[in-house]
């Protein structure tokens, strides 16, 4: 792989968090509330986006979070971010969430997450970012596929930009 000159590698961006579940986090099913994650989601991906390109930046989408598995007050919740693909001034983050579970010490992916956020500068203007390479099997493997999900995330925009239009029509 050709790498271009001030490009960094996905660990680079990388960030881990981790969290207890508390009563108040959980929901009438008592299990992790999703919005609760969501924005835990949102805190650890702006890191990984700031750490990659140093400058400030703003979430511009949110793919979708796929909670995969119940996270009840038994477990600890880690998050781990990185930045996967790059355009000129936006980035794709991947989240991704393991449950714990303290006592037996079981893990499993509770949910996943890509998000995209754009770089600005001082004016608030979009700021071109370095390239991002991979290393690991994981970082290729989300490397290689970002593209079907850039331009999955090109059509849903132009959708949703449609939808804004007819709706102001009301």
Do not use: W
């Not at 930046?57 to 996967?84: G, N, Q, W």
């Amino acid at each position: 792989m050709t790498m271009a000159p001030n490009s960094k590698p996905c660990a680079e961006s990388r960030v881990f968090q981790t969290n207890r579940v508390l009563p108040p986090d959980t929901n009438n099913h008592q299990t992790l509330f999703g919005g609760k994650l969501m924005a835990s989601i949102d805190v650890v991906a702006s890191i990984s986006a700031a750490k990659h390109c140093r400058s400030e930046c703003v979430t511009a989408s949110m793919d979708s979070v796929d909670f995969l598995h119940p996270i009840r007050p038994t477990d600890a919740v880690h998050l781990e971010s990185f930045v996967t693909f790059t355009g000129s001034s936006s980035m794709e983050v991947f989240v991704k969430v393991i449950a714990e579970h303290l006592i037996s010490g079981e893990t499993k992916v509770a949910a996943t997450s890509f998000i995209t956020f754009v770089s600005l500068d001082e004016h608030g203007k979009t700021k071109k970012v370095p390239a991002v390479y991979p290393e690991t099997d994981e970082e290729k493997y989300l490397f290689d596929s970002a593209p079907d999900r850039m331009k999955l995330r090109k059509n849903r925009r132009k959708l949703s930009i449609y939808l804004a239009e007819q709706i102001e029509k009301y």
